[in-house]
């Protein structure tokens, strides 16, 4: 399974599943990330969290354990 913590800087991928439950999960999805998003990886911080990412053009930083809940394709 491919994550958002494993697409590279400068790639797009697309979100196909969200792993997790409850608060977590409509946090995500309320920040615009849904089933079929596509996500630009923008910057990555020295130490590896967080994540900022491009979704439907607007700029979010996401931290590592809230990325290893997106499933890629």
């Given at each position: 399974?491919?994550?958002?913590?494993?697409?590279?800087?400068?790639?797009?991928?697309?979100?196909?599943?969200?792993?997790?439950?409850?608060?977590?999960?409509?946090?995500?999805?309320?920040?615009?990330?849904?089933?079929?998003?596509?996500?630009?990886?923008?910057k990555?911080?020295?130490?590896?969290d967080?994540?900022?990412?491009?979704?439907?053009?607007?700029?979010?930083?996401?931290?590592?354990?809230?990325?290893?809940?997106?499933e890629?394709?």
């Amino acid at each position: 399974m491919k994550t958002l913590k494993d697409v590279k800087i400068g790639e797009t991928a697309k979100v196909i599943k969200i792993h997790g439950e409850g608060k977590v999960k409509r946090r995500i999805m309320d920040m615009g990330i849904t089933k079929g998003t596509d996500i630009y990886v923008r910057k990555v911080a020295p130490l590896g969290d967080p994540i900022e990412i491009t979704v439907r053009g607007y700029e979010l930083s996401l931290r590592k354990d809230d990325a290893d809940i997106l499933e890629m394709e």
